[in-house]
């Protein structure tokens, strides 16, 4: 199914959760970032329940920290 | 406030501008708006924010120079290392601008300084440096209803929001607490391209103005994130959380308390 994540056209496998779409996406830290679908925040706890669908509006959304500490 | 001939030359710039004015200058004049943080985002804020006429800038930051800040809080310069970076942005402050009066808060923010410190001002800089902090500068803002602006930088990204607590959403809505300890990736890992503390800062800047004067669109119910390798803005709109823990509609947070520091966060040495 196509997807719109961070505003690019993407193709993903149909069925996904938020959890199995992250991974899909090779998101190497997924509790470094926030989720939005279709400009709402999905809670954490709920990324495996949560389904995507076709034409989803998906944003990844990282924690920044810094400063760049040493 | 009447502005001095003195004060009408150096300020001319801004005064010639129809929507900031002579009015406007004097509403930055009596303006006061506090920077948590004189690091990489607060350099070029309070550099900036001093030139303009920001009557009174506070600066909160506990931390001395450190040769390593050097590639990108230009406020701090080599022969500051080792003062505190509080004296050493005042001086930098007082130096561009004499109508600038600095108050020096030599100290970190903390749930049991923090809402005394901001009740004086208007609005507030964001330019911590750690999760912790930057939550805790989030909650604070919320309890003491403060208008404040949000950055966070790495590598070569960063993303900045602007909240007016009670109208807009939070830094909360988006990012409900800070991400376990082990997901931090290591400090040594993470680094920052120098510059792209300046550009944020100076968006951040702009914002604490842009309230004062009460002009534009702030940055509000969107978070801006910069791609310096892409050279990209994106603006990604979003919207009050209803399960907000901080402005939610059954909140979980009602006190102010400070976040546990992540892992990577560094236990300053006592200075000498």
């Known amino acids: ?70 | 406030m009447s502005l001095t001939e003195q004060q009408i030359e150096r300020y001319s710039r801004h005064i010639i501008l129809p929507e900031v004015g002579g009015r406007g200058q004097g509403k930055l004049l009596a303006s006061r708006v506090l920077l948590v943080g004189a690091g990489g985002l607060g350099s070029p804020a309070l550099l900036y924010l001093a030139a303009a006429g920001v009557g009174t800038i506070g600066l909160v930051d506990g931390d001395v120079v450190d040769l390593t800040n050097l590639q990108r809080q230009i406020a701090h310069t080599t022969a500051d290392v080792g003062r505190d970076k509080v004296e050493s942005a005042a001086e930098k402050c007082r130096a561009i601008n004499p109508d600038v009066k600095v108050r020096m808060y030599p100290e970190h923010l903390r749930a049991d300084n923090a809402l005394d410190i901001l009740k004086d001002y208007d609005f507030v800089l964001d330019g911590t440096d750690s999760f912790a902090a930057k939550f805790l500068v989030a909650d604070a803002c919320h309890f003491a209803g403060k208008p404040y602006s949000h950055a966070g930088i790495l590598r070569f990204e960063g993303q900045t929001m602007t909240v007016i607590p009670g109208q807009t959403g939070c830094y909360r809505c988006l990012f409900r607490e800070p991400p376990p300890p082990n997901a931090v990736p290591s400090c040594s890992q993470a680094g920052v391209l120098g510059v792209l503390a300046g550009i944020m800062g100076a968006i951040q800047a702009a914002e604490a103005a842009k309230y004062v004067l009460g002009l534009g669109e702030l940055l509000t119910n969107r978070l801006l994130v910069f791609d310096a390798l892409k050279m990209t803005f994106r603006n990604i709109g979003f919207s009050r959380n209803p399960a907000c823990p901080l402005c939610g509609n059954s909140p979980s947070i009602v006190t102010l308390r400070d976040e546990a520091p992540p892992a990577c966060a560094r236990t300053r040495e006592p200075k000498p």
């Open chain 1, 1 to 70: 199914m196509k997807l719109k994540i961070n505003e690019a056209a993407t193709e993903v496998p149909d069925d996904l959760s938020i959890a199995e779409l992250l991974a899909h996406q090779k998101v190497k830290m997924p509790d470094m970032v926030s989720v939005q679908v279709n400009g709402a925040i999905v809670d954490r706890s709920a990324f495996s329940a949560t389904p995507v669908r076709e034409n989803d509006s998906v944003d990844f959304l990282y924690f920044m920290g810094g400063g760049g500490k040493k």
